[in-house]
């Protein structure tokens, strides 16, 4: 958890000091993934059981304890299963290069580039459907930026080979991102008629 305010106030540097810590996963994981998850769980059963999806129309949707509680560990467990996808996704894309990292490496990187959207999360407290996208936004924008800095640090290549390859892992990542955007609207919207 000590590289959160590094990772959103001096990226660069902070990016050198993660590879240099050559973090394992599970260490990375308990310390830092399994808990930053948690924010936009825990906000969104919160906000989605004490005043419930306002889409706009004057209409609020909440959802039951049970409900909400049930849909937490599932949106839980997609969006663990989302940053495992992007791990294997740089793992991939650095095939070509001679230095490529290991498995357990990218998927700690991709953990430490999701922090912005995790902390996103914190607008479902009050989950008003524009204000999450807004916010989701602007924390993708911030994620990209983490990602082009973080690259030529991590696969040891220079920035303008690092453009080639952080924009195809973000355009990737935007993909998953939308399955899971599309997931998570499906669950937290419409998931008080599932449970």
Request: net charge neutral.
């Amino acid at each position: 958890m000590n590289h959160v305010w590094g990772l959103l106030v001096h990226p660069d540097r902070e990016m050198r000091d993660i590879k240099r810590e050559n973090e394992t996963l599970s260490h990375h994981y308990t310390h830092h993934v399994l808990l930053i998850a948690l924010i936009p769980v825990v906000c969104a059963f919160i906000g989605t059981t004490q005043i419930g999806w306002d889409i706009g129309v004057g209409q609020t949707i909440p959802l039951s304890l049970f409900s909400a509680f049930a849909l937490a560990i599932v949106f839980y467990a997609v969006i663990l299963g989302g940053v495992a996808v992007m791990g294997r996704v740089i793992w991939w894309m650095a095939r070509d290069y001679p230095q490529r990292p290991q498995l357990n490496s990218c998927m700690v990187f991709a953990g430490y580039i999701a922090t912005p959207l995790f902390l996103s999360g914190l607008v479902a407290l009050y989950p008003l459907v524009w204000l999450c996208v807004l916010v989701g936004a602007l924390a993708l924008v911030y994620t990209g930026y983490l990602l082009y800095v973080g690259i030529p640090l991590f696969l040891n290549i220079d920035r303008e080979e690092s453009l080639r390859i952080s924009g195809s892992t973000l355009a990737i990542g935007i993909l998953v991102l939308e399955v899971l955007l599309a997931i998570t609207v499906l669950m937290w919207g419409y998931g008080y008629r599932l449970f």
